[in-house]
């Protein structure tokens, strides 16, 4: 059984990633840090948890007595983090903050449909975002096949649930203000557009589409649904073949050739993609948890790659009926 720690302990990202690896066969979770919550049991904060732990939140991480860390606190900690402590040798790393997505420091970006032998043979993952994870795969087949569209627009809107910004309540993310509404923010300029051409301009150098990115604020607390569309030269024939083939080995993206919901995707792992042809214009619609696809779920799918064991360990969650 290896061993886990979790910084970070008290956010969203972190409450789902106790309910996965709680019930994980092959860890044992040795301490979760906050500061803020030292002492007070994990439930009283993760209140969905009552009755699977008894885990209670420490003030202390002691790194020498762990074989993996995951860091899930707010961006920009986690290069704190390692300013301040000493990383022992042999350690373990999944972060899920935005720190080393640009693969600095010896981080490999986590996104398991594209870097997968990577994944398995690192020591450090950089987690991707939860914008990131659905975009790319919307895109990924088309890039590697050396297919995103010259010299023309790739425009995308997506909405986000709400816990999507985090356990700590702002203006936008307040019950009264997010219910029956909709809003833009960031249009243009949302910061994982650069961890999006990161990945992009490696599968296919050299590319000049514009990727046109408008992230929205849903009414709802979970989930993400991104609506892609492009010009391109494939017949539906054509590109719904070219997706499913890419990700024929990918256990948690699944290409449908219905039209697909939000909540197909939500409380589960998976990403779930539908790809449709008007005239000359591709539409690619793509649905996943950004809790757990987008976040929690990914890095435990990484801890599973960099243990060597099933990919779907832990990860076996069905959707809601309803």
Avoid at 130 to 139: D, G, K, M
Avoid at 149 to 160: G, M, R
Avoid at 237 to 259: G, H, I
Wanted: net charge negative.
């Amino acid at each position: 059984m290896k061993k886990i720690g979790i910084i970070g302990g008290a956010g969203y990202t972190a409450g789902e990633l106790l309910r996965l690896l709680i019930n994980h066969p092959e860890v044992t979770i040795e301490f979760v840090h906050s500061s803020s919550n030292a002492g007070q049991s994990v439930t009283a904060v993760h209140s969905g948890l009552l009755g699977e732990t008894d885990l209670i939140f420490s003030d202390s991480h002691p790194l020498e007595n762990i074989d993996i860390l995951f860091l899930c606190s707010a961006h920009g900690a986690s290069r704190k983090f390692w300013e301040e402590n000493r990383r022992p040798d042999g350690l373990k790393v999944i972060d899920l903050a935005q720190d080393f997505r640009d693969e600095s420091n010896g981080y490999v970006y986590g996104l398991p449909e594209v870097n997968l032998k990577r994944i398995a043979e690192a020591d450090s993952i950089a987690n991707p975002g939860c914008f990131a994870t659905c975009l790319q795969l919307s895109l990924l087949p088309l890039a590697a096949a050396g297919m995103l569209p010259e010299n023309s627009d790739i425009n995308i809107t997506a909405l986000t649930g709400s816990t999507g910004a985090g356990v700590k309540p702002a203006a936008t993310t307040h019950f009264s203000w997010r219910n029956d509404n909709i809003s833009v923010y960031k249009p243009f300029t949302h910061q994982h557009l650069k961890e999006i051409g990161m990945t992009l301009n490696k599968l296919q150098p050299g590319n000049s589409a514009r990727i046109n990115f408008i992230p929205m604020r849903g009414d709802f607390p979970r989930g993400i649904f991104a609506v892609t569309t492009l010009h391109s030269s494939l017949s539906k024939e054509e590109a719904v073949r070219l997706y499913k083939d890419f990700y024929a080995d990918a256990p948690f993206t699944v290409v449908s050739d219905n039209p697909i919901d939000l909540k197909q995707a939500v409380n589960t792992n998976k990403a779930i993609i539908h790809v449709e042809k008007h005239g000359d214009m591709l539409l690619i619609t793509c649905a996943e948890d950004n809790l757990l696809k987008g976040a929690s779920g990914q890095a435990v799918q990484n801890m599973n790659i960099m243990l060597g064991i099933d990919q779907r360990t832990g990860l076996r969650l069905k959707p809601s009926a309803f």
